[in-house]
Structures are given as C-alpha cells and as structure tokens.
C-alpha cells in the first residue's frame, strides 16, 4: 500500500508531462480483485439495507442456492431449454459460448462502429438482412478481421447481430442471481409524511443500489454492460433522428439482458413492465452507475490504509528491502522540503500582506478611525508591524490629564490607555490639576521625579503643620502661667 498511496520520484523527462490518472475506484477493484469474500459481504450487506431480500432470494443473490426463476417448471420452458441446448452445440468463439473477454474484444468492434451511425431510423427495431448477418457472425467466430466501414455491412444488419450475441449468451447480462434483486429495485418507491408508499419511484435510491448490484457482477458482464448501456445512452440522445427513445431500446433489449432465459411472456405476466421500466431507467441513469458509492469507496480505502498497523513479518521484511531503504529517504527529504518550501511562502505572502494593510492605514487621513487602527496595530508589534522599511506611525500623544494621581499611574506604573478609560468612566467627576501640581510638573523632568517631588512637598506641609500646632499648644500654656 506505501508503492500505491505514495509518489515516486520519475527521472525521465519524457514521461513528466503526462497527465496523472486517478480513478477514484482503485481501491474498490484491488478489493474485489484480492479479497473477493470481503467485497461481496462488504457490497451485499449495503444491498440488503436498501432492499428487502428474503432468506431464499438473497441465498440466491450470493451463489449458495441455484436461482429459482418463473416458469421454471412449465412445458414450454423445457422445449425451449432443449432447443437452445442444440444452438449451443453448434456454438463458435464468440456467439452462443460464456462471455469472455476475447468475445467482448470481438463484439466491441459492433459497438465501436453502431457509435458512428447513430442516426439510422428504426436502429435495433428494423433487422438487417440475414446473409449479411450471417457472413459478419462468421467472421467474428473465426476471429479474422473486419472492416465494417468499407461499406459491405448496414447499421441495421450490425445492431440486429448485436441483439443477436446477447440472446444467444447462457444467461442474461444480468445473470439468473440478480434476477429478484432487480425486481425489488424496481419497486423502491418514495414515502409520504405518514410513512406510507406512494407510487413516486425513488429515483436516489434505485440508483444506489444499482451500483451496488452492478459492483458484484463477474468483470466480463460488467465491462460488456457499461459499453452496451453507453451506447443505449447515446443512441437515445439522438432520438429525433433514430426515433428511438430510452423506453423503445429497452423493449428491444430487456428480453436479452435481463429476462431469465428459456421463458415466455405469459412466465414473467405482470413483471413485464417492472423490467422494461427498468432497463429504461438503467439506460437513462448510465453514467451513473458504475462509479461505486462513496462509502465504498472509503471502506476498500480503509480496509488498505488502516491495516499498515497489522502488517504481516513478510510484509515488514519487504518493507525493509535494500530498494525500500533507498527510496524512504527520498519521499522523507521530498516531503520535508515541500513542507519548508509551503512555510515560507506563506509567511511571505503573509507578510507582504500587513505590510501593504500598513501602507494603506498610514496612507489614510488623520481621524480616528487611523487612531484604532494604528493602536491595534502598537497592541501586537510581532504579530502586525511589518518590516522597518515601512515607518512606524507614533502612538498618539494624550495632550490632556482629567487628575494628576492618574498620570502619575500611567507614567509610573504603565497602566495600558483602555484600563485608564474604563476606569475613568466608573470614577466620578475628576479633579482640576492645581497649580502646585502644574508647576512640580515643569519642574520634574521625569515621571519618578515628579513622584518624589510631590512625596516631599507633602512631607513639608506635614512637618510645617506639626510645627504650627506644637507653637499654639505652646503659646496657650503659656498664656496659662
């Protein structure tokens, strides 16, 4: 997992300007791919929480049980299995054998030259000519090359061979086991405000459950689905010029992708439409349908990068090889040089930014709106005064004292100016500076000083008043005598 969720160092140059692909799913296929019992109880128990499958139907779902299909036991089911056992007895590499990728390499070509000409009235409803078939599904069997483009073959005679693999495949495209499930998709409906169902399909959650379903289909049914239904979707965007809408393909092509085979009409009777309604809802909804949900994604996520801390004693061994030690140090120094280099333009830009917001405060007219915002600017200096290259704007000066005792705190003691405020709104009216005080303050340079003036001015009136009283006491005796 370390290889997969971390970059490599490249040094060929020719391959620096290709574009990275990141499939967002990577971690759900290396799931399936390795730990298939995982994924599917992952994938089935999402399943079972937005459709009701009983014990039978969901055995079926899994493999435990041979799926139990409508008219399974009627006569007519049993002729039309034994004429389809000698159809397949004269099957070739690709028509009437399991789907194999080397089928689907073949067929594709079908589907590769149908996206060209679209615009044919009646595609997949008007049948081609049946010698042409005939010739062009010989030729696939053989596996020899064709050039569908010369011009021999109509779009007519290669869409009718198309519908004509997919009715010959041994089961559907959506296989026997997914047969229930998708009868049960079709009746997810919304609720109303009393909890009853209403007749309204829920459209998110048919959705849902279709990824899900689709995300436990064999790999050759799902890569041959999504090209078919891709082309369906096509097909159906140009339908004024085929005259042929999402519901008119999936009559053509539901009894070849999901009916169970070897049944009639009268076996499926009022499912019939549930399945026509919901090929025509697959065809629409195509391009949403086989991306995995986002929980499932970040389960198989999880389930990888959450398991590093259990890693086996092989696996430590092999992170600990001669090839792995060389290469940690490379992603170490990559990773802390990006971080240092991410550091520093930050606190770069971080910087040009207060010192353009400084130019402009200074830059602003005198007001006091210019007063705040320089104070805010004095209250933080490692935070918010950029460089020395800008000048500092100086604080404003407080030209007036409402007390003498208060200016003497502020110079002393430095009481910030926002305490000195609040507390001169909760003091009453303040005192006038006396002109003793006003002459000790041009007197006294310096705020200690002033301080110690002002001590020994007191000292004096207080000895020059003890004197006094002890003179009057004095005089009053001897007045006495």
């Known amino acids: 997992s370390d290889a997969i969720c971390n970059f490599v160092i490249?040094?060929?140059?020719?391959?620096r300007s290709q574009p990275i692909i990141f499939n967002p799913d990577f971690f759900v296929e290396k799931l399936r791919h390795e730990k298939p019992e995982v994924f599917t109880e992952l994938v089935i128990s999402n399943i079972t929480r937005l459709i009701d499958l009983p014990g039978a139907e969901l055995a079926q779902l899994m493999g435990e049980e041979d799926p139990k299909l409508p008219g399974a036991n009627s006569t007519a089911s049993g002729f039309f299995r034994s004429l389809m056992s000698l159809k397949r007895k004269e099957k070739g590499v690709v028509f009437g054998s399991p789907l194999t990728e080397e089928g689907i390499a073949q067929v594709s070509q079908l589907i590769e030259y149908l996206h060209k000409n679209l615009r044919a009235e009646g595609l997949f409803r008007v049948p081609g000519n049946s010698i042409r078939q005939q010739i062009l599904k010989d030729a696939l069997n053989s596996g020899t090359d064709i050039d569908l483009d010369s011009g021999e073959f109509h779009s007519n005679d290669v869409a009718t061979l198309l519908k004509m693999f997919l009715g010959e495949l041994p089961e559907p495209l959506l296989t026997h086991k997914h047969f229930h499930a998708h009868l049960k998709?079709?009746?997810?409906t919304l609720f109303d405000e009393k909890g009853n169902k209403t007749s309204t399909p829920d459209k998110e959650r048919q959705i849902?459950?279709?990824?899900?379903?689709f995300l436990i289909l064999p790999a050759p049914n799902r890569s041959l689905l999504k090209l078919l239904l891709d082309l369906l979707y096509q097909t159906a965007k140009k339908q004024d010029k085929n005259k042929m809408s999402a519901h008119n393909l999936a009559l053509m092509f539901a009894p070849h992708i999901l009916w169970p085979r070897n049944v009639t009409a009268n076996d499926l009777q009022e499912n019939i439409t549930k399945l026509n309604n919901g090929v025509t809802f697959m065809i629409k909804h195509s391009q949403k349908l086989f991306k995995a949900p986002a929980y499932i994604r970040e389960c198989a996520r999880l389930h990888y990068l959450g398991s590093r801390a259990h890693t086996s004693k092989d696996d430590l061994d092999l992170l600990t090889s001669p090839g792995s030690k060389e290469l940690q140090p490379l992603k170490s120094q990559k990773r802390s040089r990006l971080d240092t280099c991410r550091q520093e333009e930050t606190q770069q830009r971080t910087e040009e930014a207060l010192k353009e917001l400084f130019r402009h405060v200074h830059n602003m007219p005198d007001s006091a709106k210019k007063k705040k915002l320089i104070r805010q600017f004095n209250k933080h200096p490692t935070a918010l005064t950029p460089g020395s290259d800008v000048p500092?704007?100086?604080a404003p000066q407080r030209t007036r004292s409402r007390s003498f005792s208060g200016l003497i705190?502020?110079?002393?003691l430095g009481t910030p100016v926002i305490l000195e405020r609040k507390s001169r709104d909760a003091t009453p009216e303040p005192e006038r500076v006396s002109k003793e005080n006003v002459h000790l303050l041009q007197k006294c340079g310096s705020p200690a000083h002033m301080f110690q003036a002002k001590l020994k001015s007191l000292e004096g009136q207080k000895e020059e008043s003890c004197r006094r009283t002890?003179?009057?006491l004095l005089s009053k005796d001897s007045s006495s005598l």
């Not at 849902?208 to 379903?213: F, G, P, S, T, Y």
């Not at 705190?409 to 002393?412: L, N, W």
Request: net charge positive; aromatic share 0%.
């Open 185 to 188: 998709i079709a009746d997810l």
């Open 392 to 394: 500092a704007s100086p």
């Open 409 to 412: 705190k502020r110079k002393v």
């Open 470 to 472: 002890r003179a009057r």
């Open 10 to 15: 490249c040094n060929d140059s020719s391959l």
């Open 208 to 213: 849902e459950a279709l990824q899900l379903l």
